[in-house]
C-alpha cells in the first residue's frame, strides 16, 4: 500500500524557516517524480514545487523561487521541503504527492494526508 | 504560464443529477489534463487523467472529454458522496503546473 506521511509543519514567525519531511512506504520510491502541493485555508490548490527521480530536474512556482528547496533522499525514502524567508501568505496545509508518469499522461496519483504551516507573529 | 478557468465556481444540484463542469486553459495543453475530488479536510483524489482516463477505483459515472484548451468533467447520476469540491489541473510541462479554482458541488 503507498504511503506518504508528511511531518515538520507547525507555528513560525514571518521571517523564519521550517523543513518539512515526507516518508515513502509501498512503492519505489527512487522511480517516481515528486511533488509539493499547497493549499491556503479556505482556498484551492496550488503547486509549489516538483523533483526528479535523481535529483537532478527541481522546478518551483514563481512565488516560492528563491526561498524553497525541494530535495529528496532515495536511500531514505524520503522527500523535502526546506522552507526560507517565509511570508503570511505561505500559510497553508502542504501535501506530498506521488507523480505518475507515462508517455501519455503526466499526474499526482497519491497525496500524503497534509502538514499545516502557519506564518504570524 | 498556463491559467486554468473552471466554471462553474460552485453549483447546487439534486441527486441522480447530471452534473458538468468546464476547465479551460489558456493555451494548449493537448490532452495533459487531470481533474480531482477533494472532500473538507481530507487530500484530494484522482478521479481522471489524461484528459478521459479513469483512475484505477473510480466509479464509471465519472467521465472526462476534452483536448486542446476545453475540457469536461462529467458525473452521470449525481451521488450523495459526489458533494465534494473538484479541481482541473495542467500538467502539460513538468516545469510547471497549474489548478483550476475549483468547482464546489453542493447539494440542492
Known amino acids: 500500500e503507498v504511503q506518504l506521511v508528511e511531518s515538520g509543519g507547525g507555528l513560525v514567525q514571518p521571517g523564519g524557516s521550517l523543513r518539512l519531511s515526507c516518508a515513502a512506504s509501498?512503492?519505489?520510491?527512487?522511480?517516481?517524480?515528486m511533488t509539493w502541493v499547497r493549499q491556503a485555508p479556505g482556498k484551492g490548490l496550488e503547486w509549489v514545487a516538483n523533483?526528479?527521480?535523481?535529483?537532478?530536474?527541481?522546478y518551483y512556482v514563481d512565488s516560492v523561487k528563491g526561498r524553497f528547496t525541494i530535495s529528496r533522499d532515495n536511500a531514505k525514502n524520503s522527500l523535502y521541503l526546506q522552507m526560507n524567508s517565509l511570508r503570511a501568505e505561505d500559510t497553508a496545509v502542504y501535501y506530498c504527492?506521488?507523480?505518475?508518469?507515462?508517455?501519455?499522461?503526466?499526474?499526482?496519483?497519491?497525496w500524503g494526508q497534509g502538514t499545516l504551516v502557519t506564518v504570524s507573529s | 504560464d498556463i491559467q486554468m478557468t473552471q466554471s462553474p465556481s460552485s453549483l447546487s444540484a439534486s441527486v441522480g443529477d447530471r452534473v458538468t463542469i468546464t476547465c479551460r486553459a489558456s493555451q494548449s495543453i493537448t490532452r495533459y489534463l487531470n481533474w480531482y475530488q477533494q472532500k473538507p479536510g481530507k487530500a484530494p483524489k484522482l478521479l481522471i487523467y489524461?484528459?478521459?482516463s479513469l483512475q484505477s477505483g473510480v466509479p464509471s459515472r465519472f467521465s472526462g472529454r476534452g483536448s486542446g484548451t476545453d475540457f469536461t468533467l462529467t458525473i452521470s447520476s449525481l451521488q450523495p458522496e459526489d458533494f465534494a469540491t473538484y479541481y482541473c489541473?495542467?500538467?502539460?510541462?513538468?516545469?510547471?503546473?497549474?489548478f483550476g479554482q475549483g468547482t464546489k458541488v453542493e447539494i440542492k
Open positions: 504527492a506521488r507523480v505518475a508518469r507515462d508517455i501519455v499522461a503526466t499526474r499526482v496519483d497519491y
Open positions: 489524461a484528459a478521459s
Open positions: 523533483i526528479k527521480q535523481d535529483g537532478s530536474e527541481k
Open positions: 509501498g512503492f519505489t520510491f527512487s522511480s517516481y517524480w
Open positions: 489541473q495542467q500538467s502539460y510541462s513538468s516545469a510547471s503546473w497549474t
